[in-house]
């Protein structure tokens, strides 16, 4: 009996999932979620240590003891107000948030066997709130006749808003699109992150007495000293870093040729992939090659393959073990037929006499030093140079931020790099103006994003109920 024990505890419950033959033909959620059994037998394994280092790894410091022993007695409510109470956007961290490298790579159980798994345990809860609608209200501080204006409705922008609207001052949200979430709309697949979840979630901040304003381009049709002018006595910018980078090389400018950022913005917030109930134009190519090793590349590769492609390769210039991208998100694709070209470069696109392209060149590269990054630098192969025929070719080699915040406010500092300069407590260098998330940091995960937002809005609530002079506090 001892050692049934101990297998379950260092074994953890796996999550159902579609099959890779089914799943590559739909949008449909990958991930089926924990049945309550599944969920129960998992917070189960939890051995509530005294001294949790889960919690250091959490960049919003979610309680997580406390949640997964509410779960394991079935205090479901109370779960799900723990979850709350330092995560405003559960649902979607369960699903997008690399636990692996944070929370549970400190779980102990992870000494000797699995950790925890702490993100499918979230998921769990918070589906079950959404669902239910069975969690107590957080606790809302009286109004404090303050206000605040968050630009942009990323998870860096959501958290600080929910946070500050908790606090009991006045926030209104400035979306430039049409809909509500950033990235988390136009950047992440409905196989990934359903589109149900967030709006659920964006509700849900909404519900704390956080306004928002969609179709407003701050930076355009208002400035930010307006804003402060104008009644609000902060700033918070979460912008992200929406602006796409590419490679620089020959014929980056042929047709069928897209940016990570326009490809998998045409497939998730046009819905492309919802034709013909939604007509929005994007090449469905037949062979396609993804280049990059990043979470999006995992996902436009992803999407490229549920269009109908018979063919897509990802193209990467380190191997394997250098990859950015989740290991659960290339396994998954692995599974769905995705070709992986590791120690690969492009150098340069070919096209038809249409401007269409229809080749690339590539060459081999092998390993040398690690770079600052820390991963070994690529170099290229001397006459390894040949031809790959393709039709569709998706550049997902990163982020830069959007000129447009800094072009328009000079007393903004910018770096090199098109980030926004802030201090520990996301203090820009313009009085009374916040930032955090990829704006600050390029592109980065989901959850640091929210971790910058949670300290932002901390400091700005210190600030206003100080005396709202940035030399003085």
């Known amino acids: 009996m001892e050692e049934m024990a101990e297998k379950l505890k260092l074994n953890r419950v796996e999550m159902p999932k579609q099959s890779p033959e089914k799943r590559r033909s739909n949008f449909e959620e990958v991930a089926l979620g924990y049945t309550p059994e599944q969920a129960a037998l998992e917070a189960n394994r939890c051995i509530q240590c005294k001294k949790p280092k889960c919690v250091e790894g959490c960049p919003v410091g979610v309680n997580i003891p406390e949640f997964i022993l509410a779960l394991r007695d079935g205090d479901m409510p109370g779960a799900a107000l723990s979850l709350k109470g330092k995560n405003s956007l559960p649902g979607i961290c369960g699903r997008v948030c690399p636990q692996e490298v944070q929370c549970e790579s400190r779980c102990v159980l992870g000494k000797k066997g699995a950790p925890i798994a702490i993100g499918r345990l979230e998921r769990f809860v918070a589906d079950w709130e959404r669902v239910t609608k069975k969690c107590p209200p957080c606790e809302l501080l009286p109004p404090s006749g303050k206000s605040a204006a968050v630009v942009g409705s990323g998870p860096a ?28 709309v136009y950047g992440i697949p409905e196989f ?29 049709q208002v400035q930010i000293d307006e804003l402060l002018k104008g009644g ?7 912008i992200g870093a929406g602006a796409p980078r590419f490679l620089n090389v020959p014929g980056e400018n042929l047709s069928g040729i897209y ?99 229809n080749a690339m060149e590539v060459v081999e590269m092998e390993l040398g030093e690690p770079d600052a990054s820390g991963r070994r630098s690529p170099r290229v192969k001397k006459g390894s140079e040949h031809i790959v025929n393709v039709d569709t070719v998706v550049i997902a080699v990163g982020t830069v931020p959007n000129p447009l915040i800094t072009s328009s406010t000079p007393e903004l500092k910018a770096t090199k790099w098109g980030t926004l300069v802030v201090d520990e407590r996301g203090r820009t260098t313009m009085e009374g103006v916040w930032a955090g998330g990829d704006i600050t940091t390029g592109g980065a995960t989901v959850i640091s994003a929210m971790g910058a937002g949670k300290i932002a809005a901390a400091d700005i609530d210190h600030w206003l109920r100080k005396n709202g002079k940035w030399s003085e506090s």
């Open 192 to 220: 990934r992150l359903p589109k149900g979840i967030v709006r659920s979630e964006i509700e849900y901040v909404k519900s704390l007495g956080a306004e928002l304003e969609l179709d407003s381009v701050v930076g355009k």
């Open 259 to 357: 940016s990570a950022n326009e490809y998998l913005t045409r497939v998730n917030l046009m819905k492309a992939y919802k034709f013909p109930d939604y007509d929005t134009p994007i090449k469905k190519g037949k062979k396609v090659a993804v280049v990059g090793g990043g979470n999006v590349a995992m996902d436009a590769a992803r999407s490229a393959l549920r269009l109908g492609a018979d063919e897509v390769h990802i193209i990467y210039r380190r191997s394997r073990e250098e990859m950015p991208a989740r290991l659960e998100e290339v396994e998954n694709a692995m599974e769905e037929g995705v070709i992986f070209d590791f120690l690969t470069n492009p150098t340069r696109f070919l096209g038809d006499h249409r401007g269409m392209v």
């Open 232 to 238: 609000y006595d902060a700033v918070f910018l979460g």
């Open 157 to 184: 922008g959501l958290t600080c808003a929910a946070d500050l609207a908790r606090m009991g001052h006045k926030v209104t949200i400035f979306e430039a699109l049409h809909e509500g979430g950033g990235v988390l």
